[in-house]
């Protein structure tokens, strides 16, 4: 079953105002993607952690991982309507070959 | 570099047809999957294949079929198409997952198809 979650499901906000989304993994992971998927389009990737508690900044995206290395955020500050789209979480654990996927936060920016 | 590149972009199924989801990369990479996208679901992992000559089940394999011949190349098949199948189809390949002790090697970023868009009436 699925082993990463993510929450929101659904977030709108308006232009302007910050946005985060939430991933938690049952099981410790070896390290945790972010994925963006624009309406229609396909995941591209943004990020990777590994290290306990890292963050990373992208211009107004901020990426945690969390000190358990179970529990991610992304964080997106002054959305704007280029920031529409999903955006999926993907932990591996130390022994798997495949990434976990989380559900997906589906952020909609109304100008 | 056309990265990875999916065949059809849609296709309409009747239940109980056949059909072969192309899926091609031009990277060299080594691992590559097959996901399925379905609303409130996320990504979840179909097949994959750590090498050529090699594949092993995901999350939800059942009704599908693959093989890796080749590097570049691999196939996914619907063997009787059901409505439940009627799904987004995403295939990704990386030169990479498995980096022993290098967990953040840039080598297992995944880099998706356009996907296909399936329909089983």
């Known amino acids: 079953g699925q082993q990463v979650m993510q929450i929101p499901q659904y977030q709108h906000v308006q232009e302007g105002e910050d946005f985060t989304t939430y991933c938690n993994s049952s099981t410790t992971l070896s390290n945790i993607q972010w994925y963006k998927q624009r309406p229609g389009g396909h995941p591209v990737f943004l990020i990777q952690?590994?290290?306990?508690?890292e963050v990373k900044k992208q211009k107004r995206l901020t990426f945690q991982f969390g000190e358990a290395k179970k529990n991610s955020s992304l964080h997106i500050t002054a959305t704007q309507t280029t920031d529409v789209g999903t955006y999926f979480c993907a932990g591996r654990t130390n022994t798997g070959n495949q990434f976990y996927f989380g559900t997906g936060t589906s952020l909609t920016v109304i100008p | 570099n056309a990265g990875v590149t999916q065949t059809p972009k849609f296709q309409v199924l009747k239940t109980g047809q056949s059909m072969t989801l192309q899926c091609a990369q031009d990277?060299?990479?080594?691992?590559m999957s097959w996901y399925r996208q379905d609303p409130g679901m996320g990504l979840r992992l179909i097949h994959y294949s750590v090498g050529a000559g090699i594949t092993d089940q995901g999350e939800v394999p059942n009704g599908y079929n693959v093989s890796r011949s080749t590097t570049e190349d691999f196939p996914l098949r619907l063997l009787s198409a059901a409505p439940s199948q009627t799904s987004v189809y995403f295939c990704?390949?990386?030169?990479?997952?498995?980096?022993?002790?290098?967990?953040?090697?840039?080598?297992?970023?995944?880099?998706f198809g356009a996907g296909t868009r399936l329909s089983v009436l």
């Open positions: 990704a390949s990386s030169y990479s997952l498995f980096i022993s002790g290098s967990p953040g090697s840039t080598k297992n970023i995944q880099y």
């Open positions: 990277m060299n990479h080594e691992y």
């Open positions: 952690l590994v290290k306990s508690g």
